[in-house]
Structure formats: structure tokens, C-alpha cells
């Protein structure tokens, strides 16, 4: 298998392993710049599918972007009904994706072969809704929603996958709004198509109409040979429903393929229709209450006054000194210590407080953010008062990235204070600092 030759090994048995870690069988299908194999975990044994991607082809054709914020996405996004990917690894020429193995295949197998019943479709509906939403919660926008890239498990659950077209907040423009025109023309919302400013969230609820009518129907609402007058119907919202469809599907439906996105339904407003809610069950990513290892219950769902996200992609390249991955896609990175943990951003905030009192620091709150603190040393060093920023980012719901970077002082003094005061004083919420290979307890 020429695609992990450059870190598999073949054992007497004829198997080929990758990183000591995977069995790879046969291969389950092929893109332009991957291919995706079966593959047997060797110490669970659990079934994951394993995408290979050359580095050489996604970089001649510029798509390093797509890469990494599928990446970053797919680690934010936790829940039942998203494909979740579990491990990322690479070597010089490859990247491996080791994602969830789902056997169902694609919705779209189901769509072409006609209409669905209303309560099947409706199944897959607050499926779709309820994954969509949890993205949202996260900040992330899908922007390619569509049956071909929506999958089935074993049970006949949806699984939303292929996240390399979404969005995360840091791709908004000052106008706090998406401009790349991307997705499939017959799913995207006229806003999209527009080629203006547009929410991509709201655009993912008319992808989602889309979904549902098709779901109904077995056809699309907007349809025309000239791709241009398909346009058209689209920017008036002009369709026609079946006979079969029922009263309350085609209210719910008018609700959100309106044109004007600010007139569109919302999520929230969609989840509480009658006809949603019939039969509806609240996957338990909704319900789950965790407790970290500080012994703080912590939401699963971000909430308002939760730290910003941690671009996942580079906290994966960071933290693993192993499979670096930064210096790939990257042109520059985030200078400064870092660790991970495992306690809630304010049980952190609480240690850095304690510890700078212990230090002789003075320590203060950043007015624009409550989870970035400056901790300013009182004696004068080489370069004047040592003077240290402290921003905690959530990378998942039950892990936080600590960043530490120098904002004056002395460089050398900086280390110091790092290696010989920070590590210690901090050791018993570090789960691991940047570049170690091994987990603090």
C-alpha cells in the first residue's frame, strides 16, 4: 500500500501496520487528493476509517487552508450525530486522518432512490438540526450541507462529515460576516450565491430546508437545466410542494426558505414546531454534565462568558512533539509556553491568582476578555519589570489551552520565571506542556 510507506510496516503476517498503532485493510474509497481505508485499532480493536492525504498535492493545489480548518473543526465538534475524528498523525509526505468508521453510507443512497415517509424523514431532520446546532454553539459553520455529506451508522443514525468548506469565527470580517461564495449551488442560500456578506449559520439553515424537502420529495425544490435560471428560483424563492407533503411540513419549510435571511426561522424556533418535536429525543451531548479533574461541573455547550476558542488545529500540531504538524501549514505560530489541562477555565484563572501572590506579582484581568490576565513582576530586571500575559482558550469542551507569552521585560528572565517558577507552582492542573511526550499528573 503505496499510500503509508513512509511509516508502515508489513509484520510476517502480511499485515500492514502504521505507527504501531493501526492494521489498514482495504480501501473504502478515493478522492482527487485521498484515499480512506478500513483499519482495526491493535489494542481496542475498534473499526476506524483512515483518511490519507499527500501533502504535495493539497499544497500544489493550495489547499493547505482546507486542511487545517477541517481539522479544527472536526475537533470542536463533538456529538452523536457528527463523524468524529479521533487522532490526527503525519510524516513527511502524508497526513492521516484517523476518524469514526460509520457502515451506513451516504444519505444520498437513500434519496435517490425516491421520497421518503414523513416520520423517516423527520428522523434524519432532528438529526441534521440537532448536529448543526451544537456546531453552531461551537462557532462553526458547515457551509456544504448536503445529502452526499451526510452518513449513516449501523443503527441508521445520521452522522454530518466533511467539514473542509466550514467556517470558524476567526474567518468573519470586520462586518462580523462570511465572503467566500462555497457549497453546492442547489443546497447554498441566495445570500451565498449573492456573492455579499452573509451568516453562515443562517445560510446552514436554508442548506438544511433544502435537506428536508428533498428528504419529502425525492427531488429538489429548485431545478432548471441553465444553471442561471436556477439562479433565479432560487433568489425568489420560487418552488412548488408536492400534493403528498402535509400541512405542517410545508409551513416549516416556507419558514425557512425565505430569501431575506433575517426573516428566516431559527434553529431554536424550528426545534420548538410541533411537527419537529413529534417523536424528537435530545441526543445526551445536550444533557451530559461533566466534572473536571478540579472538581468543577462544567456545561458541555459553551455559554457566553466561556473562554474563546483555541484554533484546534494548531493546538494538535502544538502539543505533540511527535507529528509537528505546524511548520506544514502554518506561516507563523502563536510564540510563548503552553500546556493543556483538564480543569475549568476559572479554576485556572484561581491557581494563576494564588500563584502570583506567591511570586510577588501583581496580577490583573484583561477588560475585554475575563480569561486573559497580566501578571507584572515588582522588581525591576535587565530590561525593566518582567511582565507576563496568561490567555486561556478552550480547544474541546473538557480541554483548555493555557498560553503564556512575554509582554516586557527581559527574555532570559522570562525563561526563567517559566522553567523555574511557573512549571512547578502549576504542576497539579498541567495535563501536558507543549513538546512532552508524556502526560503530568
Not at 463523524?83 to 503525519?90: G, I, T, Y
Not at 425568489?236 to 433575517?262: C, N, T
Not at 503552553?338 to 502570583?356: G, R
Request: proline share 4%; with cysteine; charged share 25%.
Amino acid at each position: 500500500m503505496e499510500d503509508c510507506a513512509d511509516n508502515c510496516h508489513v509484520s510476517a503476517g502480511g499485515r500492514n501496520i502504521i505507527f504501531g498503532k493501526y492494521e489498514i485493510g482495504r480501501m473504502l474509497g478515493q478522492g482527487t487528493f485521498a484515499k480512506v481505508y478500513y483499519a482495526r485499532d491493535l489494542v481496542t480493536s475498534e473499526s476506524v476509517a483512515i483518511k490519507v492525504i499527500k501533502k504535495d498535492q493539497v499544497r500544489k493545489e493550495g489547499l493547505m487552508d482546507q486542511i487545517t480548518r477541517e481539522i479544527s473543526v472536526m475537533r470542536l465538534v463533538r456529538h452523536p450525530n457528527v463523524v468524529e475524528l479521533k487522532e490526527v498523525m503525519a510524516t513527511k509526505t502524508k497526513i492521516f486522518f484517523v476518524m469514526e468508521y460509520v457502515t451506513g453510507g451516504e444519505l444520498f443512497a437513500k434519496v435517490v432512490k425516491g421520497r421518503m415517509k414523513e416520520d423517516v424523514a423527520r428522523k434524519y431532520f432532528q438529526q441534521l438540526i440537532s448536529a448543526v446546532d451544537f456546531c453552531h454553539s461551537r462557532g462553526v459553520s458547515h457551509r456544504d450541507l448536503k445529502p452526499e455529506n451526510l452518513l449513516l451508522d449501523e443503527n441508521g443514525d445520521l452522522k454530518v462529515s466533511d467539514f473542509g468548506l466550514s467556517s470558524l469565527p476567526e474567518h468573519l470580517r470586520n462586518d462580523g460576516l462570511l465572503h467566500t461564495q462555497c457549497g453546492t449551488p442547489a443546497y447554498v442560500a441566495p445570500e451565498v450565491l449573492r456573492r455579499k456578506g452573509y451568516d453562515g449559520a443562517k445560510a446552514d439553515i436554508w442548506s438544511c430546508g433544502i435537506i428536508l424537502y428533498v428528504l419529502l420529495a425525492g427531488f429538489l425544490p429548485f431545478q432548471d437545466e441553465n444553471i442561471m435560471h436556477m439562479y433565479k428560483k432560487i433568489f425568489k424563492a420560487e418552488y412548488e410542494y408536492p400534493p403528498w407533503f402535509s400541512g405542517e411540513a410545508r409551513r416549516l419549510i416556507s419558514k425557512i426558505l425565505i430569501v431575506d435571511p433575517s426573516s428566516r426561522i431559527t434553529i431554536p424556533a424550528i426545534m420548538r414546531t410541533p411537527w419537529f418535536l413529534k417523536g424528537f429525543q435530545r441526543p445526551l451531548a445536550f444533557s451530559i454534565k461533566e466534572t473536571d479533574d478540579c472538581g468543577i461541573e462544567t456545561e458541555i455547550t459553551k455559554s457566553k462568558s466561556a473562554p474563546p476558542f483555541y484554533n484546534a488545529f494548531e493546538f494538535i500540531s502544538s502539543m505533540s512533539s511527535g507529528f509537528d504538524l505546524s511548520n506544514m501549514f502554518e506561516s507563523k505560530r502563536k510564540s510563548g509556553s503552553l500546556f493543556t489541562s483538564q480543569c475549568s477555565a476559572s479554576s485556572i484563572i484561581n491557581k494563576l491568582e494564588s500563584v502570583a501572590k506567591k511570586l510577588n506579582y501583581k496580577i490583573s484581568k484583561s477588560k475585554q476578555n475575563d480569561y486573559k490576565v497580566k501578571m507584572q513582576g515588582m522588581s525591576e530586571g535587565r530590561k525593566g519589570k518582567l511582565s507576563v500575559t496568561v490567555e486561556i482558550f478552550e480547544a474541546a469542551p473538557e480541554v483548555a489551552v493555557v498560553q503564556f507569552s512575554k509582554s516586557a521585560g527581559d527574555t532570559l528572565e522570562y525563561k526563567k520565571f517559566c522553567d523555574d517558577d511557573v512549571r512547578p507552582a502549576l504542576k497539579d492542573i498541567v495535563w501536558k506542556w507543549q513538546g512532552e511526550d508524556h502526560i503530568c499528573n
